[in-house]
């Protein structure tokens, strides 16, 4: 069955430090990968995506992330993280009957 | 611009009582989803719909339905509320044959 496992439950990091959150799937075919983050008591935002080709993704504020086939990951990443970062990250695989979501990852900031 | 609504976004009921949670969206997109939020579980998906008249079971589905009479709106119905559906609901939409999903704010829902 198709799953996606994101390993850490909550990471805490200081400002202007760099940020990487982990994420597996389990998936045969060529997966359609996401990253969403979630603010305290808010919708989902889609940061990423990868569908296809260069294997490095850009999102927005600043988020990247990189598609291992070998490993079966999708890694984000942030050279440095702000405050405003602060939120839940859910990584997820793409199925024609809907989106299958790790457990996310909660952020933590601290000055 | 387009957007995709939930209604209401708080709800407190009891148990037994059934629920209806509203979801409407003006992308015209034919692919529309219900999932509920938990903690440590993430998000589930509970139903889903590929156009009118289409619905199908996802992978917590019992106990909820959801009817599709036009391309905007999936209402999703709690049969008989139970405590255990105590939870954070989400729709959302897609156009059809993309993976890329639009989230609505959220419902808060609570069964006493």
């Known amino acids: 069955a198709q799953s996606v496992t994101q390993p850490d439950i909550h990471i805490t990091v200081s400002e202007g430090a760099s940020l990487e959150l982990r994420c597996n799937y389990s998936y045969g075919a060529t997966p359609y990968l996401f990253w969403y983050v979630q603010s305290p008591g808010q919708g989902l935002q889609l940061l990423l995506k990868?569908?296809?080709?260069?294997?490095l993704v850009q999102g927005i504020k600043g988020f990247e992330a990189e598609f291992k086939r070998s490993q079966s990951s999708f890694n984000l990443r942030k050279p440095s993280v702000h405050w405003s970062d602060a939120a839940e990250y859910f990584c997820?695989?793409?199925?024609?009957?809907?989106?299958?979501f790790g457990k996310g990852t909660r952020l933590s900031v601290i000055a | 611009d387009a957007e995709i609504t939930q209604s209401p976004r708080h709800k407190i009921t009891e148990t037994g009582r059934q629920v209806t949670l509203a979801c409407h969206q003006t992308w015209n997109h034919n692919n529309m989803f219900w999932y509920r939020q938990d903690l440590g579980h993430g998000l589930r998906l509970i139903h889903y719909?590929?156009?009118?008249?289409?619905?199908n079971k996802g992978e917590v589905s019992d106990g909820y339905s959801v009817s599709r009479s036009n391309t905007e709106d999936l209402p999703l119905t709690l049969e008989s509320a139970a405590s255990s559906q105590t939870s954070v609901y989400f729709c959302?939409?897609?156009?059809?044959?993309?993976?890329?999903?639009?989230f609505g704010p959220g419902t808060r829902l609570t069964v006493l």
């Open positions: 990868y569908f296809s080709g260069d294997t």
């Open positions: 719909s590929y156009g009118v008249q289409d619905t």
């Open positions: 959302a939409s897609s156009d059809m044959g993309s993976n890329e999903q639009f």
């Open positions: 997820a695989v793409g199925l024609p009957r809907g989106l299958v």
